[in-house]
């Protein structure tokens, strides 16, 4: 196991009808930006309720935040920070939605260009506007990290970040907010979550038999509530399961002392940038080519996880074990909806495969846990895809 140091600095508020509990955790004095995306939370009745909770609190809005937040959205509303002197952000909604909180709140205090940010991963960030979220989704796990994910319109370009002062100092959880979300946002969060997991389980071995057993453990949890919910959308306690794996999925503690990967997420927001296809999508896609890629990296966890989560006979060999992992992998993706290649969603594997690992080698990076996930292999696994 890897040394490591851990802080939770996020306060969660989880459970039914806990919208109302955020009118105690921003002082009266604090002058509010709340943020929020395309209007659903008007629809499905949040908006009210935040807004009845804040009533005796000073709140300005800006909507409009897309499910892939946009760098020149978000700047609109760093002008709005700036001008009207905003000392705490509300992110209502989705993810996305609080990606893009994150990066309003430190791009209002950065000095230079705020895209250096994105470029930088967030390593020059000296300060934030504090931030909390009521969360509506399940799926990117940013209601309890310090990451956050902003593309650009101009150069199609999406970048990750992470810095200690974009934590949000609470997040509420309400799993009947779920009850409205369409089957395909559904879907997508509980891929997002299972490849969040994986991003972090399935590398090579470093001796966190601890570790292995909880992200092991949210699969198997994540694979059950998922048929329950696709089956009944107002099911609380799946809705509620499901939601607590998203955040304890990329919440960090789960992989404290592990080794990490992340190849499938960057080559998924390369897809998502150049041709608009939504994360889960992507990530649907490539998760089992990487695997297979890297099969002989990572062959003792997706034999584990073959016999654990899939219930195969633990003393067939190791690569079969794996190959068992990928198959069957697939096969819960396209069992909950989520088809698993670039053709189905009309994308030419070839120029998708060309681009994006010329994007990798003008940026001169190396993919996975190994760093042993070169253009060249991107470009393979594209062309799997």
Known sequence: MNNFEFQAPTKLIFGADTI??????????????MTYGGGSIRKNGVYKQVM?????HTVLEFGGIEPNPKFETLMKAVEIVK???????????????????????AAAKYEGDPWNILLNGGADIKDAIPLGDIITLPATGSEMNSGAVISRISTQEK?????????????????????????KQTVNGIVDTFVHTMEQYATYDVNTPL???????????????AKKVLQN??????????????????????????IQDWSTHMIGHELTALYGIDHGESLAVVLPRVWKNKKNDKMRKLAKMAVEVYGANEFLPKNILADITIKKTQKFFES??????????????????????????????????????????????????
């Open 211 to 225: 570790q292995d057993e909880w992200m092991l453990g949210l699969i198997k949890t994540l694979m059950k509530e």
């Open 233 to 258: 959308p107002t099911d609380y306690e799946a809705r509620a399961n499901i939601f607590w794996c998203a955040t304890c999925g990329l919440n960090y503690w789960m992989s404290l002392g592990c």
């Open 83 to 105: 001008n009207e002197n905003i000392d705490f952000l509300l992110s209502v909604g989705g993810g996305s939605t609080l990606d893009g909180t994150k990066f309003i709140a």
């Open 159 to 183: 970048f990750a970040f992470h810095s200690n002062f974009v934590y949000p100092k609470f997040s509420i959880i309400d799993p009947k907010t779920t009850y409205s979300l369409p089957e």
């Open 336 to 385: 909950i909806g989520r088809r698993t290649k670039l053709s189905d969603y009309s994308i030419d594997k070839s120029d998708a495969a060309t681009k994006i690992s010329q994007r990798f080698k003008e940026r001169a990076i190396n993919l996975g846990e190994k760093g042993n996930i070169t253009p060249e292999d991107v470009y393979e696994i594209l062309m799997n895809c």
């Open 52 to 56: 009845e909770a804040l009533k005796n």
């Open 20 to 33: 109302a509990k955020v009118k105690d955790e921003i002082p009266l004095d604090k002058k509010i930006l």
